[in-house]
Every structure is written in structure tokens, then in C-alpha cells.
């Protein structure tokens, strides 16, 4: 879910992890939508299909 706010966009996903939360630091990534994760790949957002939007890291620098 993307939710817009005045001061702040917050992208949320309700539903449980794809990797068990024990095994999130020795598990490859995974993505849940491969279409989106492409596309953004394609459009320049990300370079690695799981990584963090790039837009996200420069704007998350900016706030802070």
C-alpha cells in the first residue's frame, strides 16, 4: 500500500515476510511483485531487482 502525506510517502505491505524473519540476514532476497520489480529496474529506480528504490535512499538522505 502506498499511502501520500503532506510531509512524507510511506509504502507498507500488509502481508508476512517471503523469507522467515529468522533467516532474513543468510536468505537471498525475494521479491513478491517480479513485475514491478522489473519495471522499476527497467526505468532506472533500482539497479538490483532487491534492492531499495534509489529515489527512497536520495530522498530519505534529504529529510535527514
Do not use: H, W
Not at 517471503?18 to 533500482?46: H, W, Y
Request: charged share 30%; proline share 8%.
Amino acid at each position: 500500500m502506498v499511502e501520500i502525506f503532506s510531509d512524507r510517502m510511506e509504502i507498507t505491505n500488509p502481508g508476512i515476510p517471503l523469507v522467515d524473519t529468522s533467516r532474513f540476514l543468510d536468505s537471498p532476497p525475494k521479491s513478491r511483485n517480479e513485475s514491478v520489480a522489473s519495471m522499476m529496474q527497467r526505468i532506472g529506480v533500482c539497479e538490483k531487482l532487491t534492492e531499495t528504490p534509489s529515489l527512497m535512499k536520495t530522498e530519505k538522505r534529504q529529510i535527514l
